[in-house]
T-cell receptor
Framework: GQNIDQPTEMTATEGAIVQINCTYQ??????LFWYQQHAGEAPTFLSY??LDGLEEKGRFSSFLSRSKGYSYLLLKELQMKDSASYLC??????????WGAGTKLIIKP | ETGVTQTPRHLVMGMTNKKSLKCEQH?????MYWYKQSAKKPLELMFV???????ENNSVPSRFSPECPNSSHLFLHLHTLQPEDSALYLC????????????FGPGTRLTVT
């Protein structure tokens, strides 16, 4: 079966750095996505990785290792507004998105 | 503002009712999706349309019926739902099926009583 694993919840301090991990087992791979979802709102696109390595976009970076079936989302200089759920999704060989259950990130002052 | 709108935002319906959810995208995308989001569970893909044609993929109970009259609009018709169908229903669109990221609407919070 297809499976995406990510921690259920994480806590971090304002101004710090946090890394949210995602491991996957899917039938084929055509890219990995990270989305942010604030409570009661729609998911919004953060990043896309299809090749191994690090993609940096401002305070957020996303890393992919296809051989390990592993990705992480790195958030720097955390702000209170970063409190949200972070969803990992993999596009499989049929170009369907397989989603993780999301990681709820709690930022404390 | 994501360019994808959904109505209504909240819906309470009885198990014998018939209702419809509406989604509209203003992004000129070719693909549209319906997802179900339940608490602490992964997003479940329900239906996919590409260029107004339904892409057969997931088994969804027949009490959910999609309709895509044109590339900008997507409906989800609901009838004789069960309490376990209570969830957030999200619509999304993307430029195409194969490469592009998906843009989500705000969702409809459905409660079946």
């Amino acid at each position: 079966g297809q499976n995406i694993d990510q921690p259920t919840e994480m806590t971090a301090t304002e101004g710090a750095i946090v890394q949210i991990n995602c491991t996957y087992q899917t039938s084929g791979f055509n890219g990995l996505f990270w989305y942010q979802q604030h409570a009661g709102e729609a998911p919004t696109f953060l990043s896309y990785n299809v090749l191994d390595g690090l993609e940096e976009k401002g305070r957020f970076s996303s890393f992919l290792s296809r051989s390990k079936g592993y990705s992480y989302l790195l958030l720097k200089e955390l702000q209170m507004k970063d409190s949200a759920s972070y969803l990992c999704a993999v596009r499989d060989s049929n170009y369907q998105l397989i989603w993780g259950a999301g990681t709820k990130l709690i930022i404390k002052p | 503002e994501t360019g994808v709108t959904q109505t209504p935002r909240h819906l309470v319906m009885g198990m014998t009712n018939k209702k419809s959810l509406k989604c509209e995208q203003h992004l000129g995308h070719n693909a549209m999706y319906w997802y179900k989001q339940s608490a602490k569970k992964p997003l479940e893909l329900m239906f996919v349309y590409s260029l107004e044609e339904r892409v057969e993929n997931n088994s969804v109970p027949s009490r959910f019926s999609p309709e895509c009259p044109n590339s900008s609009h997507l409906f989800l018709h609901l009838h004789t739902l069960q309490p376990e169908d209570s969830a957030l229903y999200l619509c999304a669109s993307s430029q195409d099926l194969e490469k592009a990221e998906q843009y989500f609407g705000p969702g409809t919070r459905l409660t079946v009583t």
